[in-house]
């Protein structure tokens, strides 16, 4: 059995999370007893049971300990899977004791006081001494670690972090543990160590009914149950634990080279494209890059990085040939503005703020001779955002109205079922409703989707936009899906970084202002229709190549399952 699972170690790795998954299939196969043989000579674990049981009463005659309280039977019903011969199920209080860490205060931390060991001391299963507290108080004896101790994570704020341990080692000075730690101190704990980290012990975890607090008592350790194997197989089933995890240890560094080094090769050669100095180098890059496509793009960091380089190279200009017969961009510029002028003459439009003219520093590159820089709010004939009132916790039904919430626009697809709905006793503002063909953009949310942009081709009626999103009518003299790309590039994302204002990345802010002042690169009206037309065939195979690898890690999953199941 462990051969089957050593044999094909770099198949199973190769799978989506499948190192992880293989140290879970490890670990579970080391607790029930089939990882390494049984061997009859071995005592039994119910002999080694009656020598603790003996160790402990001598220690509370000799006053060493206190006698612990007795520990509840256990029933057929509640053991998950039969042991093997020479096994047996005992709760972990029979085989060691616990203990709850120190309780201080912030006065008491600082000085040359005693170390306090705490949750964050405990890293990747190892303990971390880079983060001491220390502390000025006098501490009982109960609250020192030992050598040896498995030092618990008893209680976190995130449940995944409940349960993290490491075993102490190396001891260079008396040490403390906190009130929201555990030790277990134990002969069998390098055997308790692989046990408390296994899938098994991970349940007990999950199944703590717990109200407000993630955590794990004292309780639920001493009366978790232990699949207890003789103590010569104990030390059969760390080395060989320990064995098998170094092997995933050199997978995994195996893994994360290859992939950096793919990801370094996919950098260089897509940014080879986006700093060719010529039509004919550009050429040259993108037949070298064309040839290994496919062994290339394998992965979906790689198809990200071509996608983002392919919004990259349709604003440069670089996508496609230029027309001499096209419009240029600056006779474009002045039809737009003859337009805007009609409009504010006959009293449809407000007259608009004049915008700056581009510096030579907000050029990130050249442009083709028959392209021009312009500030977003050249393409715009009007803007406003919406209303926010309070709503209902929940989508609107039917023909309620409904507000739009932020996420409508968050990934530069439009989202209306991302709305809540308006209460009844509020009348909705139809000057707010989205319309067909408005351009949206999200003025405030996390610093990586604030100002992100989408195109609303259709949408149902009564939906509304929160004051937290900005429409743009953008000019009929331009590729509104254009003007989306341009608002979707790198170059963009690092300008809105600079101008966002918040005090944290989880809530960024951006003003109609800063995004009418986006510096973009404007093309032909006839290339911005040859760009967007472009760009959808080469997003098209983009997506074609993904599905392909979404369907090989599908394959490489079950294959992964199929093979767990075996074992």
């Not at 005992?90 to 309780?103: C, H, Y």
Request: with cysteine; hydrophobic share 40%; glycine share 6%.
């Amino acid at each position: 059995m462990t051969a089957l699972l050593t044999d094909n170690l770099p198949l199973l790795a190769a799978a989506p999370n499948g190192i992880k998954k293989l140290r879970e299939l490890i670990l579970e196969l080391a607790v029930r007893g089939k990882l390494v043989p049984q061997d009859p000579s071995d005592e039994p674990a119910s002999e080694l049971l009656k020598r603790i049981a003996e160790e402990k009463a001598r220690l509370v005659v000799d006053g060493s300990t206190k006698k612990q309280k007795q520990l509840p039977g256990i029933t057929q019903d509640e053991t998950p899977f039969d042991v093997p011969a020479g096994w047996c199920w005992v709760r972990m209080g029979a085989v060691g004791e616990t203990n709850i860490g120190l309780t201080y205060s912030p006065s008491d931390v600082g000085g040359i006081g005693i170390p306090v060991l705490r949750s964050s001391n405990v890293q990747k299963g190892q303990i971390d001494l880079s983060d001491l507290v220390r502390v000025d108080m006098l501490v009982k004896d109960s609250a020192l670690v030992q050598e040896g101790d498995l030092l618990i994570c008893a209680r976190n704020g995130s449940k995944a972090l409940v349960g993290k341990t490491a075993m102490i080692s190396n001891l260079t000075e008396p040490m403390a543990f906190g009130a929201f730690m555990a030790i277990f101190r134990s002969q069998l704990n390098p055997y308790l160590l692989r046990f408390i980290n296994s899938p098994l012990f991970r349940k007990v975890i999950d199944d703590v009914n717990t109200t407000t607090i993630n955590q794990i008592t004292q309780n639920n350790l001493r009366t978790t149950l232990l699949p207890l194997p003789p103590l010569a197989e104990q030390h059969r089933i760390v080395a060989k634990v320990d064995e098998l995890m170094a092997l995933c240890d050199r997978l995994e560094a195996q893994q994360a080279g290859a992939e950096s080094a793919h990801a370094q090769l996919v950098k260089a050669l897509l940014d080879s494209l986006t700093q060719a100095n010529d039509a004919t180098e550009f050429a040259t890059n993108w037949q070298r890059l064309a040839e290994h496509f496919h062994t290339l793009f394998t992965t979906e960091p790689s198809i990200d990085a071509l996608k983002q380089t392919v919004l990259q190279l349709a604003v440069m200009g670089k996508l496609g040939p230029q027309h001499t017969s096209d419009e240029p961009a600056s006779e474009l510029l002045a039809r737009i503005a003859e337009e805007k002028s009609h409009l504010v003459a006959e009293g449809k439009i407000r007259k608009q703020k004049s915008l700056a003219e581009i510096m030579d520093e907000e050029k990130p590159y050249e442009l083709p001779t028959s392209w021009q820089w312009c500030r977003l709010g050249s393409q715009v004939v009007e803007s406003g955002a919406g209303w926010s009132p309070s709503c209902e916790p929940r989508p609107r039904e039917g023909a309620e109205w409904g507000v739009l919430k932020v996420s409508a626009v968050s990934w530069g697809a439009y989202k209306p079922e991302e709305n809540k709905a308006l209460p009844a006793s509020l009348e909705a503002r139809t000057e707010h409703e989205v319309r067909d063909g408005d351009f949206l953009i999200s003025r405030a949310n996390t610093a990586e989707l604030v100002a992100r942009s989408v195109v609303v081709e259709t949408t149902p009626h009564n939906l509304m936009l929160s004051d937290k999103i900005v429409r743009l009518k953008l000019t009929l003299l331009c590729a509104r899906r254009y003007v989306n790309l341009a608002n979707s590039t790198l170059w963009a994302r690092d300008y809105y970084s600079q101008v966002a204002g918040g005090t944290s990345s989880s809530m960024k802010n951006v003003s109609r202002d800063q995004i009418l002042n986006l510096p973009i690169a404007l093309p032909p009206l006839a290339e911005q229709h040859r760009i967007v037309a472009k760009v959808d065939q080469l997003m098209h195979q983009c997506e074609t190549l993904m599905q392909k690898i979404i369907a090989t890690n599908a394959k490489q999953s079950e294959l992964l399952n199929a093979l767990i199941e075996q074992v």
